[in-house]
């Protein structure tokens, strides 16, 4: 299979792109090394990539409609299926940049649907978030809530892209499969998320900074049960004959509070936290947690790494390659 993965630099997609070449799949890789966190940090993220890999980098931008028609033309023969990852996430910064946080997520993910067409491309898996599940949602969170109320500009950019890519299914006929991931973490985790950023912070004897009182809840999911659910999402839709559209929830099915999470992190580093208590933010969801019933029945999805041993793999990673 020809695959184009978007962000393929980043914490997720330099995963998939690993496990996509090691059984043998063609992949394309478009990334523009954007510097909310360091290029060389991203660079080592594909360094896990084996020479013999079937593997092309195009750097480019999905704020360019040429850069993105440079990426479909890399390598001959049709692309089968994009896997967009690419965007700018973080629900904090997104608040800051709304309008760039835009750019990028949604008219970057228009222009990406527009060029997979031009191109003949006719299979779209689209990454999501558990942010687009707002005010509106029930626990657990399940596909088919009306996702009609996001808390941030991040949540509501996810939700757009969403949006797009149902109405090219729509009009267009592309086979589309939208997956909501739920914090997702694990060797490689971007810098600026919790459990890297905790790690961290604890690791180097400083306080941590914690928002509310400590019980708000995330559903956690480690990275190589994502891949799996990418992987047989991918699968999935290249053995139906029918163009769908299908809304996955991807989570860990549990959800863990703040304070369960650093107790769990200072047990891992060896380290006892200090914590800084802040008020709480407006636009961070109270609780998350993933339904993944549609997902195991449909994908065979389900997470094995529990969050104390993923914890321990992340402290384990962190200190043999990050600090
Ligand atoms: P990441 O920042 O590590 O990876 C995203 C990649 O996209 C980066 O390498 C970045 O350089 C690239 N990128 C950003 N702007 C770009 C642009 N204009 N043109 C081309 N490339 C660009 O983030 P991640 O955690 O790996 O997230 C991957 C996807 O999963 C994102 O779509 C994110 O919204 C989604 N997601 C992540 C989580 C999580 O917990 N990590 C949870 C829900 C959804």
């Known amino acids: 299979m020809k695959v184009l993965v978007t962000g393929a630099a980043g914490f997720i997609g330099s995963h998939l792109v690993e496990r996509l070449c090691g059984r043998g799949d063609s992949v394309i890789g478009f990334d523009n090394f954007d510097p909310f966190y360091a290029r060389a940090r ?28 440079r990426a479909f033309e890399i390598a001959p023969g049709a692309i089968d299926v994009v896997v967009h990852l690419a965007a700018l996430a973080g629900i904090r910064p997104s608040v800051v940049d709304p309008e760039r946080f835009y750019d990028v997520n949604v008219m970057g993910t228009l222009r990406l649907i527009e060029a997979a067409k031009r191109a003949g ?81 604890i690791s180097e004897g400083q306080p941590i900074e ?13 990275i190589d049960d994502i891949v799996d659910g990418v992987v ?17 929830n991807l989570g860990g ?38 339904d993944v019933s549609r997902a195991h029945a449909e994908l065979g999805f389900s997470p094995r790494v529990t969050l104390a041993e993923g914890c321990g793999r992340f402290v384990a990673w962190w200190r043999a390659h990050a600090r």
């Open 42 to 69: 991203k660079e080592a993220n594909l360094a896990g990539v084996p020479e013999r890999a079937d593997f092309h980098l195009q750097e480019g931008d999905l704020r360019s409609s040429a850069d993105i028609a």
């Open 121 to 201: 491309c006719r299979r779209l898996v689209f990454a999501s978030s558990s942010s687009v599940y707002g005010l509106d949602s029930a626990l657990p969170f399940q596909e088919d809530a009306a996702c009609g109320r996001p808390l941030s500009p991040y949540a509501s950019s996810k939700r757009a892209g969403e949006l797009a890519a149902f109405h090219a299914h729509h009009l267009d006929r592309l086979a589309v499969t939208t997956l909501r991931f739920f914090t997702v973490y694990g060797p490689r985790q971007r810098p600026d998320l919790a459990i890297h950023k905790f790690t961290r912070l």
């Open 210 to 222: 914690l928002h509310g009182d400590g019980s708000s809840e995330r559903d956690y999911t480690f």
């Open 232 to 248: 047989a999402a991918i699968d999935r839709q290249a053995a139906d004959p029918e163009p769908r559209h299908h809304v996955y």
């Open 253 to 290: 099915s549990r959800s863990t509070s703040l304070r369960g999470l650093v107790d769990l992190l200072g047990q891992a580093i060896g380290e006892t936290p200090r914590i800084v208590w802040k008020p709480d933010r407006p636009e961070d969801l109270p609780r998350t947690l993933a």
